[in-house]
């Protein structure tokens, strides 16, 4: 019993703090509000348990290897910082008219693949809450059960804070202002994993 909070405040913690999903779906929040966002939110989810379930039964051996990681790694960085591109030059009319949508729940799940965070947070999980003295099949389950009942509230949070906000910054320069310091945010978030992923494809 003790193990299984241990593993509740571990997802929280995980899920809770700011990382790629959450400042996007916050941004999208804000952007395109709740409605128009929930094919994001459920992307996220479905796209990290999938991920979960497939690295915890072995899909991710082939990934973790030196080379393919190195290029998750790159291709993952620069595909953020295009985001956090296209999140920065967001602009008010754009989104009024149509024009810019929020991700998909198709780009929402593919998008779990190459985010750094969530390869941190799925092999910590897996690393730390499964043994060889249970049932492994079981304790993957546990887990991703965990992060679905846990995950949901906490990113589900971060949207519902976006849209709250968009009653708050209702001139089109705040809110260009706020897409700037979020776009900002998510490629300084991305610039570390970067450096490190370059360093080890050179050295």
């Known amino acids: 019993m003790e193990l299984f909070w241990t593993l509740v405040f571990f997802a929280f913690a995980t899920s809770i703090t700011p990382g790629p999903n959450n400042i996007m779906i916050m941004s999208s ?4 509000g709740v409605q128009k966002s929930l094919a994001h939110l459920a992307g996220i989810q ?21 080379l393919w990681h190195q290029l998750i790694k790159v291709i993952g960085s620069v595909y953020l910082l295009y985001l956090a591109w296209k ?8 989104i009024e008219t149509g024009s810019s949508k929020p ?3 198709t780009q929402a799940v593919l998008f779990q693949w190459v985010n750094a965070k969530a390869w941190v947070m799925i092999t910590g999980a897996i690393a730390a809450f499964t043994s060889l003295q249970g049932v492994y099949w ?23 804070f976006g849209a709250a906000l968009k009653r708050l910054l209702t001139v089109p320069q705040q809110r260009r202002w706020f897409n700037r310091a979020m776009g900002t945010l998510l490629a300084v978030s991305v610039l570390p994993a970067l450096w490190q992923a370059l360093v080890g494809w050179s050295g």
């Open 29 to 32: 929040g804000l952007n395109y």
């Open 46 to 66: 479905l796209g990290f348990l999938l991920m979960l379930l497939a690295v915890g039964l072995g899909a991710g051996l082939l990934l973790q290897q030196p």
């Open 87 to 94: 999140i920065a030059a967001a602009e008010p009319e754009q």
């Open 103 to 105: 991700l998909s729940f």
């Open 138 to 160: 079981q304790q993957l389950g546990l887990i991703a059960l965990v992060f679905l009942l846990v995950g949901l509230p906490c990113t589900g949070s971060w949207l519902l």
